[in-house]
């Protein structure tokens, strides 16, 4: 099993940076695909990034060009630099991994709250 701790939120005002960061448990390397979701209060949980266990990476629409996300599978790291905040980008935001052979085995971190003020 893979377990997921993230860190690295905090309150932000517009236009700043945050990185945030999650560490598995667990050996992620080629097994794994990542992403990190959010979730606002009141609005329904959202992709925000992914990177395959190559590196391939996909950004939601809002965050494009101003979030990137990256791997190190030797660290069993994954990261999520965030440039330009909004204070739309306010949210609780979560790690998570699923199991390229078999996606019945994923898993989600607890979460870590980012506050963007105007």
């Known amino acids: 099993q893979v377990q997921l701790v993230e860190s690295g939120g905090g309150l932000v005002q517009a236009g700043g940076s945050l990185r945030l960061s999650c560490e598995a448990s667990g050996s992620i390397s080629n097994r794994y695909s990542m992403a990190w979701y959010r979730q606002a209060p009141g609005k329904q949980r959202e992709l925000v990034a992914s990177?395959?266990?190559?590196?391939?990476?996909d950004y939601a629409d809002s965050v494009q060009g101003r979030f990137t996300i990256s791997r190190d599978n030797a660290k069993n790291t994954v990261n999520l630099q965030m440039n330009s905040l909004k204070p739309e980008d306010t949210a609780v935001y979560y790690c998570?991994?699923?199991?390229?052979?078999?996606?019945?085995?994923?898993?989600w971190g607890q979460g870590t709250q980012v506050t963007v003020s105007s």
């Open positions: 990177i395959t266990s190559d590196g391939t990476t």
């Open positions: 998570y991994a699923i199991y390229r052979f078999n996606p019945l085995y994923n898993y």
